[in-house]
């Protein structure tokens, strides 16, 4: 895999630029600085004076990207949710593509971000009507961290490299791509029929959820009630109810009048929370009517 920045000079460090909430009136600070073995991306959060967010900006560079799958960053972080940001002529200036990643304090640990994992924002918000990410056209990289916490930060950071093909595809729990619906249903049926997704954003596995499977069984343990909606899995994460929807709408593809129409209504998460309750009752009035158990057990509804 090749490695695009490589952190343990002090010539790398410099090339990255702070952005702080200090534009609006914040106080919190925060830069990169090279050390012995690596560089730190630290400082401190403060949510006084409407702040709460610190950020970096590497000096732009044509990547060229087109042709690998992700992106993967070694880094050994403190517990707190950081984003990798990638900027690109898609966007409009300000916005950026956005993963979130969160490793565990004191641990160094390898992070697989493919291009599924990113989405378009501006300003916090989820821009709707933007394009999906287009890896040739990334233009600049950054981080963020706007986690809503008062008090120090500090991640380091080893290297950035592509990811490679085998671990956005293959089956590694770093690239999954799964969702586990109710087979039984003749609305999720359908729907999980006609949705599309992207082509560079791999291949979605679909999973019965009346059937006894690895999936399922991780679901459970977690407390994930699948009588009330199904479940995305990105990564290592997974995805429930309306916001399983609204992530598996943002993977789709934007051609067909089914897909576009599911854009519209989904792509907004506080829409999709609004409209879920009510796709729910009638998933779940139609399988009354057809006398269908519910997944976690043979009682009728």
Known sequence: ??????????????????????VMGGV?????????????????????NGGGFASLRREPHSFRLADYPGLCLEACGDGRRYQLRLYSKQLIDGAAYRAVFQPPAGEWQRIALPWNAFEPVFRGRLLEDAPPLAPGD?????????????????????????????????????SRLRLVYDGECPICRRYVRWQRIRKEVGELELIDARQDSEARQE???????LD??????????????????????????RSGVFNRL???LFASPGRTARIYPLLRACRNGLLRVLGKPRIGTTRQW
């Open 138 to 174: 990334i233009q600049q990289i950054g981080l963020l961290i706007a986690d809503r916490r008062d008090g120090p930060f500090r991640l380091a950071l080893s290297r950035l490299e592509t990811l490679g093909k085998e671990s956005a595809t293959g089956p590694s729990q770093e």
């Open 1 to 22: 895999m090749p490695t695009l920045i490589d952190f343990h000079t002090a010539e790398e460090a410099a090339r990255w630029h702070p952005v702080t909430d200090g």
């Open 262 to 264: 599911m854009y519209r």
């Open 228 to 253: 009330q909606g199904f479940a995305l899995q990105i990564g290592k994460r997974w995805y429930h109810g309306s916001e399983a929807l609204h992530r598996l709408t943002l993977l789709g593809t």
């Open 28 to 48: 919190s600070h925060g830069a990169m600085h090279a050390e012995p073995a690596n560089s730190v991306f630290s400082g401190a959060l403060s949510l006084s």
């Open 219 to 225: 679901l459970t343990a977690l407390g994930i009630d």
